[in-house]
C-alpha cells in the first residue's frame, strides 16, 4: 500500500498473542449482585463482555449453542468504522492482531490487508462499474471471517454453553435466568444478543413481532481450488464481487483462504448468493395484508434442489455472464443451496426494568447496507461504560436507578438503529432495479451511493 493511514497503524498496533498461562476469568469467583448476564456469544455479546472484562465488571456469557464449533458461524462480515473503537475498547494484550481474523490471511500479515478489494459490475456485461475498492466513506474496511472474529472475540471470555433461556424474573434486587436444562444464574442486568429470534425479547416485549421483507436470497458455499480461486478473481476481486442485472443481484463473496498462493492446499471457501424481489408479496406488504412471516414459511419448506433450479433460470434468463455464471452453474449436489431471509424487528422503546437488547435482538435489519454487525457491536461498546457507572463499586443497586442507566443506553441505540434499519430497507428495493434504471444511472453514482455499496456479507449477527 503506497500510505499508510492512521487507522491502519492503529489495526496493527494489536500485538501478537505471547501469553501461555491459561488466566482465570475475572468474573469467576463473584457474586451476581453486580454482575451483567449477556444471552448470545455472537459478535455483539462476545463485543460487550469483552469491554465489561476491561472494566472490571463481572459477567456471565449464557450461549444456547452446545460449543464454539457446533454450528456454522455465517460466512463473512465487512468490519470498517468500528475497528478503532473496538480497538480501544477491549482488552487487546491477549489476542493475536486482529488481521488474523480476514477472510483471506492465508496470503500474509501484511499482504491480506493490501488485497482486500471488492468490484460492483453489470453482470450481463462483465463492465465494471466500480473496481478495487477498498474502503468505505474514507475509512479501511477488512472483510473477515464470522468464525475467526467470534473466537478473536471470545479469547478471556467465561461462557456457558447449551444455556437455552427457559424463563427470566426481575426483582427489586436483581434478575433470575432459568434454562432448560434447569440451571439458574442471577445477575444485576440482563442483555439479549441473542439474535432476531431472542428468547430474552420475547420476555421484555412479548407483543413485538418480526416481520420479513419479500426478498428471496438464495444462496450457497463453495470450496474452490486455489488455482480456480485465482482464476476467478483476477477478472473479479479477491474479498467481493456484485453484479447487477434485471431486478436481482450476484454476488460472490470470498469466506476464507485456507491455502497460501500457489500452494496445494484446500483453497478458498466461497458463497454466492442470488437475490430478488418477490414482487406479488411486495404487494401484500405495502397494501398492509402481509408482514411477510407466512410468505418466509412457504419459502422455507423448499428443497436445496429446487431452490438451485430457480436460481439457475434466473441466471440464464437475465443474461449472467462468466465467471459468475459458471461459479454458480458448477454447484454440485454436496453444496446444499439455502435462503437467507431480511427479517426486521422494530422497537421504539423498552420497558422499565433490569433487561435490555443489543444487535438483531433489538434491530435486526436487510444485509443489503452491510452496517447491521459493526452497528451491534458499537451498541455494546457504548453499553458497557454505562454498566460500569453503574455496578462499580460492587452494591446492590436498585431497579430505578437500573432503569435510568438503560435508558440512557436505550435512547441513543434504538433511534440510531432505526435510522439504519430504514436505510437497510430503502437500499434493498433499490439495488433491485430493472436493467435499464441500472444502465440509466450516470458514472458510478450507483456504487458510490452509502446504502447501495453495502450488499455483499451475510451480516446474521447477534
Known amino acids: 500500500m503506497a500510505t499508510t493511514s492512521k487507522r491502519l497503524i492503529f489495526l496493527y498496533s494489536c500485538p501478537n498473542f505471547k501469553t501461555k498461562k491459561k488466566k482465570k476469568p475475572i468474573n469467576s469467583m463473584t457474586s451476581p449482585s453486580n454482575r451483567v448476564l449477556i444471552v448470545g456469544a455472537g459478535l455483539g455479546g462476545l463485543t460487550l463482555a469483552q469491554s465489561l472484562r476491561k472494566l472490571n465488571i463481572p459477567h456471565l456469557v449464557l450461549e444456547r449453542d452446545a460449543s464454539a464449533s457446533s454450528r456454522g458461524q455465517g460466512w463473512s462480515i465487512g468490519i470498517s468504522w468500528i475497528i478503532e473503537p473496538l480497538l480501544a475498547g477491549i482488552i ?228 449472467i455472464v462468466d465467471p459468475l455464471k459458471n461459479v454458480v452453474e458448477q454447484t454440485s449436489s454436496e453444496e446444499p443451496v439455502t435462503q437467507i431471509f431480511m427479517r426486521e424487528v422494530t422497537i421504539n422503546s423498552f420497558p422499565e426494568g433490569r433487561v435490555t437488547l443489543l444487535g438483531d435482538a433489538a434491530h435486526a435489519m436487510s444485509i443489503f447496507h452491510g452496517v447491521a454487525g459493526n452497528h451491534a457491536m458499537l451498541d455494546a461498546l457504548k453499553l458497557g461504560p454505562i454498566l460500569a457507572s453503574l455496578l462499580l463499586p460492587p452494591e446492590v443497586i436498585s431497579t430505578k436507578e437500573v432503569s435510568a442507566a438503560l435508558k440512557v443506553y436505550a435512547d441513543e441505540m434504538l433511534p440510531r438503529n432505526l435510522q439504519e434499519q430504514t436505510a437497510a430497507r430503502k437500499s434493498t428495493f433499490a439495488m433491485h432495479r430493472s436493467l435499464a434504471e441500472w444502465q440509466g444511472l450516470s458514472g458510478l453514482s450507483a456504487a458510490h451511493d452509502k446504502s447501495e455499496r453495502r450488499v455483499w456479507g451475510n451480516e446474521d449477527s447477534k
Open 92 to 319: 487487546t494484550s491477549d489476542k493475536p492482531d486482529l488481521r488474523s481474523t480476514c477472510a483471506n490471511y492465508a496470503v500474509g500479515h501484511e499482504e491480506c490487508v493490501a488485497l482486500q478489494s471488492s468490484c460492483f459490475m453489470d453482470g450481463t456485461t462483465g463492465r465494471m462499474v466500480q473496481k478495487d475498492m477498498t474502503k468505505f466513506d474514507e475509512v479501511l474496511e477488512l472483510r473477515v471471517s464470522r468464525r475467526k472474529l467470534r473466537d478473536w472475540l471470545a479469547i478471556g471470555v467465561d461462557i456457558e454453553w447449551g444455556k437455552t433461556v427457559s424463563s427470566v424474573t426481575e426483582n427489586e434486587g436483581g434478575v433470575v435466568v432459568q434454562c432448560s436444562d434447569g440451571t439458574v444464574f442471577e445477575g444485576a442486568v440482563l442483555v439479549g444478543a441473542d439474535g432476531v429470534t431472542s428468547q430474552v425479547r420475547q420476555h421484555l416485549l412479548p407483543d413485538c413481532k418480526t416481520k420479513c421483507l419479500p426478498v428471496t436470497v438464495i444462496s450457497a458455499q463453495r470450496r474452490l481450488s486455489y488455482d480456480h480461486y485465482a482464476e476467478v478473481t483476477s477478472t473479479l476481486a479477491p474479498a467481493a464481487s456484485v453484479a447487477y442485472a434485471d431486478r436481482i443481484l450476484l454476488a460472490l463473496t470470498l469466506i476464507e483462504l485456507h491455502s497460501p498462493p500457489r500452494s496445494s492446499g484446500p483453497g478458498a471457501d466461497f458463497f454466492w448468493f442470488l437475490s430478488s424481489i418477490d414482487k406479488s408479496e411486495q404487494a401484500l406488504q405495502e397494501a398492509g395484508q402481509s408482514d411477510g412471516i407466512e410468505w418466509m414459511e412457504r419459502q422455507a419448506a423448499k428443497s436445496s434442489s429446487d431452490r438451485f433450479s430457480e436460481v439457475l433460470k434466473i441466471v440464464k434468463d437475465t443474461g
